[in-house]
């Protein structure tokens, strides 16, 4: 893959830019992330565990192991991983995200090397990791297959890929889009394009043509009446997130 390739997509980046300021607000743009978030590290921690034979109840699980997390946002993903003793990368292709990460970091008193850089320069500038987490991210990107690709190159033999992103189907266009954004409010207008999401089994297809091999996929369910996230075994109608290996 040449250097200067990019599967990076400017008028999806210009969308985060703009909202770089409210990550770690509760309240603000990114409230569904942050109610989401929970549900999300249950099933990363869990992945991780179980691929890297570690346990959750230590002081600090994941020492040892490299992170990346691309698409890192304000850090949402990347701070609980360092806390967990990972040695975190958070790499964004929109640089207002960055300083906003790099800032809470160091408020947190956490030590996580931010970069405003993509999945494409990382790997051809050789990086490797144990595991690389791209959540909400494939659905923003220009070539799917490429930047999956990408993805592959910068795990080591047997690392973990884990993918999240949302359904393609008439439910989600409702959830996701009228109801996130047009009726909740919670993301502004245009922040995701209906067109762009993908199915589990494209997902499927797309990990392996990348040369990945998918192993797990679970859904994400909202519960309005809880007003939280749980995994699900069935429901992968709206979000979902996947768990690939790049073989030894």
Request: charge should be negative.
């Amino acid at each position: 893959m040449q250097a200067d390739h990019t599967t990076i997509d400017p008028a999806e980046v210009a969308k985060f830019e703009a909202m770089a300021a409210e990550w770690w607000d509760l309240n603000g743009k990114f409230k569904p992330l942050h109610m989401l978030n929970p549900c999300r590290l249950d099933y990363i921690t869990s992945q991780i565990a179980g691929e890297f034979d570690r346990d959750l109840n230590a002081e600090t699980p994941f020492a040892g192991l490299r992170l990346l997390d691309i698409g890192c946002g304000g850090g949402l993903l990347a701070e609980p991983m360092a806390r967990l003793g990972a040695d975190v990368v958070g790499a964004d292709a929109a640089a207002g995200n960055i300083p906003v990460a790099q800032v809470h970091a160091e408020q947190s008193g956490l030590a996580i090397d931010y970069r405003h850089t993509t999945a494409e320069a990382l790997a051809a500038h050789g990086e490797q990791f144990d595991v690389v987490l791209n959540m909400e991210v494939v659905e923003h990107v220009a070539s799917p297959i490429d930047y999956l690709t990408a993805c592959r190159a910068l795990l080591k033999p047997g690392g973990l890929h884990i993918c999240s992103t949302i359904n393609r189907n008439p439910k989600s266009y409702m959830m996701a889009i009228i109801g996130a954004e047009h009726v909740m409010r919670w993301l502004p207008k245009g922040t995701h394009e209906w067109s762009k999401f993908i199915t589990p089994d494209e997902l499927f297809k797309l990990l392996r043509d990348a040369g990945l091999e998918p192993v797990d996929r679970k859904g994400f369910v909202f519960n309005p009446v809880a007003w939280s996230w749980r995994l699900s075994e069935r429901d992968l109608s709206v979000n979902y997130v996947t768990a690939s290996l790049k073989p030894a």
